[in-house]
């Protein structure tokens, strides 16, 4: 049967069992020295481990990105949630999503291709967004817009490293005390929602965006 | 002078030693100007006359403007008189004036720092010249003046090309970021591919410096090869700042690769966002759709964020799965000790029992020689009687020690080559009737 192939790689006995733990974890998994045994294993046995994914938990080993920015990581159905019990399945704080939309505004789309200090990313967050700041501050610190205080200073800048211990743990950046670095994989931020973000016009009706 | 001895910052700070010593701007870029004329030849002799320090002097437009146009000369004369302390020197004979050492590193400082010029290939020039002459040095004041003449000259030349690749990545993400903000301009991509090629070329530029300081490693092992057979210590102190200096400058040297390697791929995500302008706009506008109608619910005195209805949570698999290992930790359970008793000494007691031993060895003593006596009297006689010496120990000394000299003797009779001889009469005290014991003849076996 197909989808136990991968069984009979070489490498599986050491690599099978960190693999799927990590995949189970959340983990996602590409080709940056790190992870590069790993990724290799999967990447020779991809259709034999998706297949087993498929099979016997309803879940999709799924792959994204090209060449080198190319990354693996374990997606449900989108109607149904496979075999996984739901006490398995773990939902990011809302306001990780806006740290990690933020992250990525500032790194690639505003440009700030040399920061990687965690404590600058802060203050970036907190100081260099007149415009949005009002809404950071009341979605990310809970404060009442306008009125913000010392102790919404830090609960933004809490938000964020917690934030981004979450993605280190997925996968998404590697982070080292104060250094962080994104990986491949969290370009995939983007395209969760990319559904909404290409057709941002047809959902909400050309009216209501700004 | 020793280093140690020379308060540098108390010497500046006396009278206008400073102010001598980094001049107005307008006096300085003087100087800068002459400089420039000077290294273009335009002075023969590299000597200048004051009509061309007044012609600097006005080319940097220095007149003060509250004063009329004759008393500007005061003035100047001033300004020379105060350079030639550091600054220029004065040839009263041939009426002329030069740069002083200071004027011309004030300059090419200046001007090496600015021009940044990058050379790896004059860094490896110096640095095999800098082999050659440290292999060369034989002597322990030749080694010294390397150490401390020698190389510290060199060790801006370094430091310089590795200010300047820093600077340029600097300037270039600075650069960079205007480019974006400024992404009216139909040529962006093509600008930012630009910069792109710059950070190759920053990294190319980076690697053959590291190339050209391999030749540090032969320095550094000759150096610790002859720290073995020296002992000098302000050799030993110089040859340690030495090699700590390395060490600084590889530190340097990868730093500026890390940085890059941080740089590069985001700027690669970058490009592929550039080329789809509508997605990041796109990416924008949701961003600001959630800040704008995301609301605060308070849960159990919990503050949740909800995102606009319709808009689906981040899910991710996770297992809570743990092995449950049972596991006996020594750590927490350790090993039940015994109780151990400790008696604490005595010294009474102690003392007492050694007592007893000594008491014990004594009578030992005394039992021997009436063994002994029995032994030497049977040399003479040919038979003993046992009651003899039992009495005798009995009245002596106690009926213990008597019972135990019966005992020894009825023991060892093979040790002394004894026979005895029981009868069944008894043989009576002298000194009382009523004590008795069975009659004994002790005779030699042969």
Same mark, same amino acid.
């Given at each position: ?11 599986? %006995? ?17 080709? %940056? ?21 498929? *099979? ?6 799924? %792959? *994204?990105?090209?060449?080198? *920015? ?59 967004? *007149? ?56 370009? %995939? ?22 | ?43 023969? =002799? ?13 080319? &940097? ?8 146009? @004759? ?26 004036? @030069? ?33 050659? +002459? ?31 690749? +820093? $600077? ?20 962006? &991509?093509?600008?930012?591919? +630009?910069? =792109? ?12 410096? @590291? ?36 060490? +600084? ?42 800040? =704008? ?37 020594? =750590? ?27 008491? $014990? ?22 038979? &003993? ?17 008597? &019972?135990?000299?019966?005992? $020894? ?9 004894? @026979? ?27």
């Amino acid at each position: 049967m197909n989808s136990i192939a991968f069984f009979k790689h070489p490498d599986a %006995r050491i690599l099978f069992a960190k693999i799927d733990y990590a995949l189970k974890d959340g983990v996602h998994i590409q080709n %940056r020295p790190h992870q590069a045994h790993l990724f290799r294993f999967i990447e020779k046995n991809e259709e034999s481990l998706k297949a087993f994914y498929e *099979e016997f938990y309803g879940v999709y080993l799924t %792959r *994204e990105g090209e060449t080198v *920015e190319k990354y693996y990581y374990i997606a449900f159905d989108h109607n149904s949630r496979g075999n996984i019990p739901l006490e398995h399945r773990y939902f990011f704080p809302n306001e990780y999503v806006i740290v990690a939309f933020m992250v990525y505004k500032i790194i690639y789309i505003d440009g700030y291709v040399d920061l990687s200090s965690v404590s600058k990313l802060q203050k970036i967050i907190r100081h260099d967004y *007149e415009d949005l700041k009002p809404d950071l501050y009341r979605t990310l610190a809970k404060a009442k817009k306008d009125k913000t205080t010392k102790v919404h200073d830090e609960n933004i800048d809490k938000i964020v490293s917690d934030a981004l211990k979450e993605f280190a743990k997925i996968g998404w950046i590697i982070l080292d005390n104060d250094t962080f670095d994104p990986l491949p994989a969290f370009t %995939r931020i983007t395209k969760m929602y990319s559904e909404y973000i290409n057709n941002l016009e047809d959902w909400l009706g050309k009216d209501e965006i700004s | 002078m020793s280093g140690a001895d020379f308060d540098f910052f108390s010497e500046i700070t006396k009278e206008n030693i400073y102010e001598l010593l980094y001049p107005k701007k307008e006096v300085g870029l003087a100087i800068v100007w002459l400089y420039q004329r000077s290294s273009r030849g335009d002075f023969p =002799d590299s000597t200048f006359k004051e009509a061309d320090i007044h012609e600097a002097l006005d080319s &940097v437009r220095f007149r003060p403007k509250h004063q009329p146009q @004759r008393n500007s000369i005061e003035y100047y004369n001033k300004i020379i008189a105060d350079l030639q302390e550091y600054f220029i020197r004065y040839d009263d004979e041939k009426q002329v004036y @030069r740069f002083k050492e200071y004027a011309n590193e004030f300059c090419t400082r200046t001007l090496a720092t600015l021009k940044a010029n990058f050379d790896p290939t004059q860094i490896e020039k110096i640095c095999k010249k800098l082999t050659k +002459e440290l292999i060369e040095a034989e002597t322990k004041e030749k080694i010294k003046d390397w150490l401390s003449i020698t190389f510290d000259e060199f060790k801006p030349v370094l430091r310089q090309q590795i200010d300047f690749i +820093e $600077r340029q990545i600097d300037n270039s993400v600075l650069k960079l970021r205007q480019k974006i903000n400024d992404n009216k301009q139909a040529k962006i &991509v093509q600008n930012l591919k +630009e910069i =792109d090629d710059r950070f190759d070329d920053i990294r190319s530029q980076n690697k053959e410096l @590291r190339a050209a300081f391999r030749e540090f490693s032969i320095i550094k092992k000759y150096l610790q090869e002859r720290s073995m057979s020296i002992d000098d210590e302000e050799i030993g102190d110089l040859i340690y700042s030495t090699l700590q200096f390395f060490q +600084e400058m590889k530190r340097l040297l990868s730093s500026v690769d890390n940085q890059l390697d941080r740089i590069q791929p985001k700027i690669k995500q970058l490009f592929s966002n550039l080329n789809k302008p509508l997605f990041n706009t796109n990416i924008e506008r949701f961003l600001r759709f959630l800040l =704008d109608n995301s609301q605060i619910k308070t849960e159990k005195s919990k503050k949740l964020l909800e995102f606009p209805f319709g808009i689906s949570k981040v899910e991710i698999l996770r297992q809570l799965i743990k092995f449950s290992i049972v596991e006996r930790r020594k =750590d927490l359970f350790p090993a039940k000790s015994l109780k151990k008793i400790r008696y604490s000494e005595n010294q009474a007691s102690k003392q007492k029992a050694q007592q007893n031993a000594r008491n $014990r060895f004594i009578r030992q003593d005394i039992i021997n020689g009436y063994l002994n006596r029995i032994h030497i009297d049977l040399k003479k006689k040919s038979e &003993v009687k046992f009651s003899d010496y039992f009495f005798e120990a009995l009245y002596k000394n106690d009926l213990h020690l008597a &019972v135990e000299l019966a005992y $020894r003797v009825i023991r060892d009779k093979k040790i002394y080559d004894w @026979r005895l001889d029981l009868s069944t009469q008894n043989d009576y005290s002298k000194q009382s009737k009523n004590v008795a014991i069975r009659k004994m003849i002790i005779r030699r076996a042969k």
